[in-house]
């Protein structure tokens, strides 16, 4: 897709009052540079529907959080999953499926992190180590994966458990080892979470 095409697809979600729709393909023609060109033209005139691939998560996450998915959406009109613009530049280019990441929970507890969160001094040498034994196709223990997936970007525990086809609470149970550990930091409130990190 084009920038003028997309430009042209977000004017017709905005005359006919609805959310804009790509799909995974047309996300994946797009830059970061051309995300953020579309929300500063757009803004709050505009919303974006999740991609298919993100839908699925969401219907996963009713079924194995719903306190959380209750915490997302129980306010949005129905049909929910339309997210801010703001969100578009996670989803775009080479990423394979990006992501609609739980970052503000207002009632449960936050599972977001970013490569930030890695403690620095403690965790130099234990990233160093996993990276090599996944580089060499050794099998990685469910804290070894959430370290190497936090390391290359953003996540939450939710889509790291989808992804991994991991039960939720023992991908909980690997932020606490690494958190005991001191190889990262657990900031479960949004309000303390905003203060660190850009989460929107």
Known sequence: ?????????????????????????????????????????????????LPAHELAFQEWLKIHDEEVWKDLWDHADEPPYSVSLSFLKDMVGDKREGAFYICDLQKAENYFFTPDMLLERE????????????????????????????????????HFAYRRGLDLARAKKAVAALVEDRILVHVPTSDHLSTFFDVG
């Open 1 to 49: 897709m084009t920038f003028e095409e997309l430009i042209s697809t977000a004017e017709v979600a905005i005359s006919l009052a609805s959310p804009l729709t790509l799909t995974t393909e047309e996300l994946s023609s797009i830059t970061e540079e051309q995300a953020e060109e579309l929300r500063a033209k757009f803004g709050a005139k505009l919303m974006m529907h």
């Open 123 to 158: 965790s130099a040498a234990f990233v160093e180590a996993v990276r090599d034994r996944f580089l060499t196709g050794g099998t990685l223990t469910p804290e070894q994966a959430l370290t190497v997936e936090i390391s290359a970007g953003q996540t939450d525990v939710w």
